[in-house]
């Protein structure tokens, strides 16, 4: 399906320079993906992505780089390569430059947000053969972003930076949609549900207390381990979708979308289901926004669980 689809909410840049202060945080709270069919904002140097994607994928140990803003380093690296400045250097810069464009598009959504990681994924998504729980190719909504999100949103920026490939993506509609349709097998809904009460108890929000004080004492990746009983209810849903076979291969709702070389896209992943089918080469900017901030917390999954709970 070709990006006119309903789920898509394009931005040229005639729409982007019109566009008001809520426009695109409103789009993006009704469960669409925003497109923009040039991007909006600074790409790295061409040598420098001709570099990346020419040496990365022989020097990373895990699936991405990641430029990880709280240690400002790069992780997922061999250590010693001799792209870790490099990457460090345009990771680092891409973050900056998509926080300002988000600031500047949509103040209020973007206020006080967690900046997360800025990734370089330079390996094809296609057929990679990982685990269920690990892979992009099957249909998911996400669930957890370094640690407990608490009900707050997890906003991803996309930018396709190969240069003759499309990246293909999937979806199987919104999270209000499939919770309602899928919510009871997963055992988050109907009679005998284990959601059981979303918010912290006092022994959580100590525990979460302790992991923060941790962070700030030098060990950066404490707070990753917390946990939320709204965080379990998401990943079990996360995990529900993948596991199943039935859902991944049942195309009745199934939407396809292609996002050209030097496109970009962003999404609040928690509320939109998606799967990467095909691509290498992308950059992607992680944000958590507070869930205060939403002017429709209606339609924000914490709010959705909330009701059933």
Not at 108 to 134: C, Q, W, Y
Not at 170 to 194: H, I, P, V, W
């Amino acid at each position: 399906m070709s990006p006119d689809s309903t789920m898509l909410e394009t931005f040229s840049q005639s729409r982007l320079q019109a566009a008001g202060p809520h426009e695109m945080s409103d789009a993006l709270e009704n469960a669409k993906i925003v497109y923009f069919p040039e991007c909006p904002v600074e790409l790295p140097d061409a040598t420098d992505l001709d570099n990346l994607r020419e040496q990365l994928p022989e020097q990373l140990e895990r699936k991405n780089a990641s430029y990880y803003p709280q240690s400002d380093q790069v992780r997922g690296l061999r250590k010693g390569t001799s792209l870790q400045t490099l990457s460090r250097r345009v990771l680092k810069h891409h973050s900056s430059v998509v926080s300002d464009f988000l600031n500047q598009a949509m103040p209020d959504l973007f206020r006080d947000v967690r900046i997360g990681t800025s990734s370089f994924r330079p390996l094809e998504e296609r057929g990679r053969n990982l685990k269920p729980h690990a892979s992009n190719e099957l249909i998911h909504v996400d669930a957890g972003a370094y640690g407990a999100t608490n009900g707050d949103r997890i906003l991803r920026f996309f930018v396709n930076v190969n240069p003759a490939v499309d990246r293909v993506w999937a979806s199987k509609g919104s999270f209000r949609q499939l919770f309602e349709e899928y919510g009871e097998q997963a055992g988050l809904s109907g009679t005998g549900n284990d959601l059981g009460h979303l918010d912290k108890s006092a022994m959580g929000k100590l525990r979460t207390s302790i992991l923060k004080g941790l962070s700030h004492l030098g060990v950066p990746q404490a707070t990753v381990i917390d946990s939320s009983p709204y965080d379990r209810a998401m990943r079990r849903f996360h995990n529900f979708m993948k596991d199943s076979p039935e859902f991944q291969h049942d195309l009745t709702s199934r939407q396809e979308y292609r996002f050209p070389p030097y496109s970009a896209w962003m999404v609040l992943t928690d509320a939109v289901s998606h799967a990467c089918l095909s691509g290498r080469h992308a950059l992607t900017l992680t944000c958590l926004v507070p869930l205060g901030n939403c002017r429709h917390p209606e339609l924000a999954p914490f709010n959705i669980l909330r009701q059933t709970s």
